[in-house]
């Protein structure tokens, strides 16, 4: 669980005169999500460039699984599957036409892991319809189910949620969790917009101007995995009285339903309890979290554009 | 070698998956029955005579009707120099018993060799735009994140673009023979034909005779598909690489034929890319060049740009 999966080593790119990427130095560890945030042109599509070996690296390595891109390319890449910037398809071929290219140039893609992977993303009825005439989600689903057919250990999303509506989000959060609790995938994932991708993170990565800033544990109990919920609930009087009595929950307004602040971690429990009381529930929303507020502070400007 | 094979395959599928390529053969096998039939309803040629086993009268009474053409219209140099012409071929089928046929589906693919330049186009399209379309779609990130080096995806795309020339000169040339079959039937399937090569008349047969004049066609568009090739994979502008090869194509001898009277331009890729010359009455553009000659010089110039193309796309950034 924590021996690395891919190490990112004294990594810098210049570009003309710009220092675009200045010493990254992280790791990926085995069966973690590892979220790569920054606000755009921090540099995380040229990382991710320089981790799959389109772009050459001024200096320093990328290893994937103890094999560096730079001098074992082709071991290195074979446990890898991404999506870099856009999920770009061939238009004029059909979604299955399009996977059964990619597998070809992988080796040992059955006929049954091609359906395995539409099975997963969820585009069997779309699997015979051209890609341009694909919604902007199906894309990215196809473009997940491309990067999974060699049944990569190392998993790399370039923004997958963009453009994506809640619903699209929340899909692909459900696929993610899955391969990285069930097969043991380390997932990264870039975005700028923290709030889309921190629910499926188990760390991050915080880059700006070339440079990581900080990285976190989102699991780690402390004062930046807190979160501000609202719980839509009745009778609310009781309920109030069954938090009260809980630890690790401060109860900040009552007027419009409950609004609590609390570990990440105790979500779950504080459903179950309630529920054991008979209180009725309508909703429980993830308002903000702490972690987005230093976010903010951090980078010094708003990242919502 | 299996990896290499599913690549070319990849890479035919994407150029046969597209309409466009449908269009080409379209418009290529519809040119060819359109050119059946504007020979055979014009006067030009006279698709309806045929020879019988005493030919060697009939030919004799033809050069005579020919002769009195001539002195009919005395003053007239196109029918003399044209009558002339036949009369002299007429008299070496005799001489030296190479029997005649009216004209059939193996004349009717010869005549049809014109339509390479035509595949010349096509190739020069799907040549231009075989590297330059996947930056221009964005696939080309996907294409390179494969367990599978630069060089092996940039040589399958190039054999692929062999292997599409070459299909399309088969087609070219079996739908010719097909069709000039069903217009004017076919009296002989290798029959002994007569030539004009450099020193006179020779005589040949049609199938090796038209197989060496589309294979010296086919080394013409290969030479042009390549350059198209590499400017594609270096500038990865696929209106560039069509343009420049178009351009040569068209201007590309002609340049090379003014500058003959310099020692230098038989150096000129363009002064050699036609071997048909040193077969037929044309020539090379300056005495001292060979066949020989002519094959190094574009050995040389195709290894240049399979070089040129395979360092830029191998060592470049893909952003
Ligand atoms: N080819 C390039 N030449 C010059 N600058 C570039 C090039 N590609 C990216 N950049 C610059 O590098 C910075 C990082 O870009 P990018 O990695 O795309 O950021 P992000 O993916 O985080 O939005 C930007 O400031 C961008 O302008
Ligand atoms: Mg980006």
Avoid at chain 2, 157 to 168: C, G, R, S, V
Wanted: glycine share 6%; net charge negative.
């Amino acid at each position: 669980m924590s021996e690395a999966a891919m190490k990112i080593i004294d990594l810098h790119k210049n570009i003309g005169r710009s220092h675009i990427i200045k010493n990254l130095n992280f790791d990926i560890r085995s069966g973690e999500v590892f979220g790569f945030i920054g606000p755009n042109g921090a540099g995380k599509t040229t990382t991710i460039r320089m981790m799959v070996g389109l772009l050459s690296m001024t200096k320093g390595d990328v290893v994937i699984q103890g094999h560096s891109i730079k001098s074992e390319y082709t071991k290195a890449i074979s446990e890898v599957g991404a999506i870099v910037e856009n999920p770009e398809m061939y238009p004029f071929m059909t979604g299955l036409q399009n996977l059964k290219h990619f597998a070809r140039m992988s080796e040992g893609v059955t006929n049954e892991r091609i359906k395995e992977v539409i099975d997963l993303v969820g585009l069997e009825k779309a699997i015979k319809t051209k890609v341009n005439k694909y919604s902007l989600g199906m894309r990215q689903r196809l473009g997940i189910a491309q990067a999974l057919l060699h049944s990569p250990s190392v998993l790399i999303l370039d923004e997958p949620t963009n453009g994506l509506d809640p619903t699209g989000i929340r899909e692909i959060r459900r696929y993610i969790r899955r391969l990285a609790v069930e097969d043991n995938v380390s997932v990264i994932v870039s975005s700028h917009l923290l709030s889309e991708i921190e629910l499926m993170c188990d760390r991050i990565g915080i880059i700006q101007n070339g440079e990581l800033i900080a990285t976190k544990d989102l699991h780690e109990k402390a004062e930046t995995n807190e979160y501000i919920v609202n719980l839509d609930v009745y009778p609310v009087e009781e309920s109030i009285d069954i938090l009260r009595k809980m630890n690790g929950i401060e109860i900040l307004d009552t007027s419009r339903g409950i609004q609590i602040k609390t570990y990440k971690d105790n979500i779950p429990f504080l459903v179950t309890t309630l529920v054991r009381n008979d209180i009725e529930i309508y909703g429980v929303n993830v308002l903000q979290s702490t972690l987005e507020d230093q976010f903010i502070e951090m980078i010094g400007e708003n990242i919502i554009e | 070698m299996s990896k290499l094979f599913s690549l070319i395959k990849n890479e035919l599928g994407k150029i046969f998956v597209l309409k466009s390529t449908w269009i080409m053969y379209v418009i290529l096998a519809g040119i060819i029955i359109a050119s059946a039939v504007i020979t055979s309803t014009s006067n030009f040629v006279d698709t309806d005579k045929t020879y019988s086993d005493d030919w060697k009268t009939e030919l004799q009474e033809e050069n005579e009707a020919l002769m009195a053409e001539i002195e009919e219209d005395e003053d007239n140099p196109f029918i003399e120099s044209t009558n002339m012409g036949i009369i002299e071929e007429n008299e070496y089928h005799i001489e030296n018993d190479v029997r005649p046929y009216g004209y059939h589906a193996g004349d009717f693919t010869m005549d049809n060799l014109f339509l390479t330049s035509l595949i010349s186009l096509f190739t020069i399209i799907v040549g231009g735009g075989i590297v330059a379309n996947e930056f221009r779609w964005g696939t080309i990130k996907q294409l390179l994140i494969r367990p599978i080096s630069r060089s092996a995806v940039l040589l399958s795309k190039y054999i692929a673009l062999l292997i599409f020339t070459l299909f399309t000169v088969l087609f070219l040339i079996l739908v010719s023979a097909a069709v000039g079959a069903l217009f004017y039937g076919l009296p002989a399937v290798n029959p002994e034909i007569v030539v004009t090569r450099q020193d006179g008349m020779a005589t040949s047969a049609l199938v090796p005779e038209a197989l060496m004049m589309y294979g010296f066609r086919t080394l013409n568009i290969i030479i042009l598909a390549t350059f198209a090739f590499m400017i594609s994979s270096i500038f990865r502008s696929s209106a560039l690489a069509i343009g420049l090869a178009m351009f040569l194509m068209f201007a590309g001898s002609t340049a090379a034929q003014a500058l003959a009277r310099y020692e230098w331009s038989k150096f000129i890729l363009f002064a050699n890319t036609d071997l048909s010359v040193y077969f037929n009455v044309v020539g090379p553009i300056r005495d001292e060049m060979t066949i020989g000659f002519s094959t190094g010089v574009i050995i040389v110039y195709v290894i240049i740009f399979i070089i040129a193309a395979w360092m830029v796309f191998t060592k470049r950034d893909v952003a």
